[in-house]
Structure formats: C-alpha cells, structure tokens
Nanobody, 117 residues
C-alpha cells in the first residue's frame, strides 16, 4: 500500500495564503497525474486541481487564478499554493497520485484548511 503524506493545512484569515504539500515514497518511480480534491462538511468531494506527468495543470473554476499546483518529480511531491483564500475554501484537502502501469489512484489521509476571521 502506497502512503501519501500531506502537510501544510491550518487556520488562516480570509485573503491569506497556505501551501499544501503531498509526498509519495521516493522508491516509487512511475507516478502519473497528481492533484488535490477537497470536501467541505455536507458536500461532495470535488476536484480542486490536477497536474499531469508532463506538468500540465488544471483547476476548478472557483480556484482559477488563486491556486497554483506544481510538482517536484525527484522528490515525488505535489504542492498546492493557495492565495487569496476565502471562507468557502474551508474543507479537508486530499491529495492523490496515479501510480504504475494500471494508474491506480492512491490517496492521502487529508489535511484540514480553515479560512476564518
């Protein structure tokens, strides 16, 4: 079982910034797409941002222009830089990685992001 380890969540005021990180074991050499979902209380989990193995990013409309996804392949790490945060960004954020010939998706355990004054 592949364990993805997330970090960087916390409490921030509206307009502030946070940077999430998600690291896969460095022994893994075949990682395809990586990205982030989020789930707010009472809502479905939604895709926030993804990045392909060639570095092409994609974002949900609600975060376009505020969030930036990046990956560091030698470190098997994906980042989510979140700027101009809004209360509606409050959620548990989960990272994922599609690994191996079958592109099986693995998940992190989630990190809480709370945007509140």
């Amino acid at each position: 079982q592949v364990q993805l380890v997330e970090s960087g969540g916390g409490l921030v005021q509206p307009g502030g910034s946070l940077r999430l990180s998600c690291k896969a074991p460095e022994s893994i050499v075949d990682i395809h797409a990586m990205g982030w979902f989020r789930q707010a209380p009472g809502r479905r989990r939604e895709l926030v941002a993804g990045i392909t193995s060639t570095g092409n990013p994609g974002y949900v409309d609600s975060v376009e222009g505020r969030f930036t996804i990046a990956r560091d392949d030698p470190k098997n790490t994906v980042y989510l830089q979140m700027d101009s945060l809004k209360p509606e960004d409050t959620a548990v954020y989960y990272c994922y990685a599609d690994i191996g010939a079958t592109t099986q998706r693995y998940w992190g355990k989630g990190t809480q992001v709370t945007v509140s004054s």
